[in-house]
């Protein structure tokens, strides 16, 4: 389930505007991110503008709608995000290999059939057919044609040895 970090109180009169709202972050073309949820059978759409900095997904009436124009209704963060800052590359040009051991073959094999079982799992979880339902799938799909892959490798490697 999706973080609701926002959501329009239902005793606001459509014209009122909250203070409390966050600001709606709309691009000028009209393009938006689009990313759904469905919160007790309500479906939200992302309209904020594409790529916007950060993950809090924000939901903002069309005109004539039960909030005034351009107004967010409703605001979430995705369940499975990471707010860790992505690892910054060597300034040398060297790649940096660690000093851990590197994962063996079954080891590689046990995490990529997790990783569609996760997928598989999340698929569950939104409605038959979303765009968030075949995206899991596609994942899913996509780590059971490695792990398959990995498999065979394994099996190439255990019979020459």
């Keep these: 389930m999706d973080a609701v ?13 909250d203070p409390a709202a966050p600001a709606a972050d709309l691009d000028s073309t009209g393009a938006t991110c689009g990313a759904e949820t469905a919160e007790m059978g309500e479906e939200w759409f992302c309209t904020r503008r594409p790529h916007h900095p950060d993950n809090e997904h924000r939901a903002a009436f069309d005109r004539g709608g039960d909030g005034p ?22 300034r040398s ?34 409605v038959q057919g979303s765009r968030k339902h075949r995206e899991h799938v596609r994942e899913a799909d996509r780590f059971d044609a490695i792990a398959a892959e990995l498999h065979r490798l394994w099996d190439l490697d255990t019979a020459a040895g």
Excluded at 5 to 17: A, E, K, S
Excluded at 80 to 86: C, E, G, I, R
Aim: charged fraction near 25%; hydrophobic fraction near 35%.
């Design 5 to 17: 970090t926002y959501r329009r109180p239902d005793h606001l009169d459509p014209r009122t505007t």
């Design 69 to 90: 124009a351009d107004a967010v209704g409703y605001a979430w963060r995705e369940e499975f995000y990471d707010p860790s800052p992505a690892p910054v590359a060597p």
């Design 93 to 126: 040009g060297l790649r940096d290999t660690g000093t851990g051991p590197p994962f063996t073959l079954a080891q590689t094999i046990t995490w990529t059939e997790l990783r569609a079982e996760v997928a598989r799992a999340g698929a569950e979880h939104w």
